[in-house]
C-alpha cells in the first residue's frame, strides 16, 4: 500500500486549515447529487485516468467515496502515477454524515 489513510476529523482539520486543499470525491454523479463535502473535485472513480491533468501531484491529496473501498483503490492508482502525499479517507463520506455534518445525506 503506497498511500496511508485518515480520519474524517483530520479531513475536516486539514480542510479548515487550509482551504485550497487537494480533496477528490470518486463517487458517481447520482451519488454526488443526493450530498457531498464542498469544496470537493468530483470526478468519478472509472474516469480518473483520463482526466489526472486535473490534479496536482505535486501537491497532498485526498480522496473518498462512499465507504473507502473505491477511494482506496484510485489512490492505489494515484500512487502508482507519481502521487506522492495520497491519502484515503476511512469511512468516506458515511463517515463524515454520521461524524461531521449530518445534513450530508449519503446516497
Known amino acids: ?22 480533496v477528490l470525491d470518486v463517487r ?3 451519488e ?4 457531498e463535502i464542498p469544496g470537493t ?8 485516468p483520463m482526466r489526472m491533468e486535473e490534479l496536482d501531484s505535486s501537491k497532498e491529496i485526498i480522496v473518498h467515496c462512499k465507504s ?3 477511494s482506496a483503490r484510485v489512490c492505489e492508482f494515484l500512487a502508482h ?3 506522492e502525499n ?8 458515511k463517515a463524515w454524515s454520521a461524524e461531521i455534518d ?3 445525506l449519503v446516497g
Open 32 to 35: 454526488v447529487n443526493v450530498g
Open 41 to 48: 473535485i468530483k470526478i468519478p472513480m472509472n474516469s480518473v
Open 28 to 30: 458517481e454523479p447520482y
Open 1 to 22: 500500500m503506497n498511500f496511508s489513510e485518515i480520519t474524517v476529523q483530520e479531513l475536516k482539520n486539514k480542510m479548515d486549515e487550509n482551504p485550497e486543499l487537494q
Open 86 to 93: 495520497v491519502y484515503n479517507v476511512r469511512g468516506g463520506i
Open 102 to 104: 449530518s445534513s450530508v
Open 68 to 70: 473507502g473501498m473505491r
Open 81 to 83: 502515477n507519481q502521487f
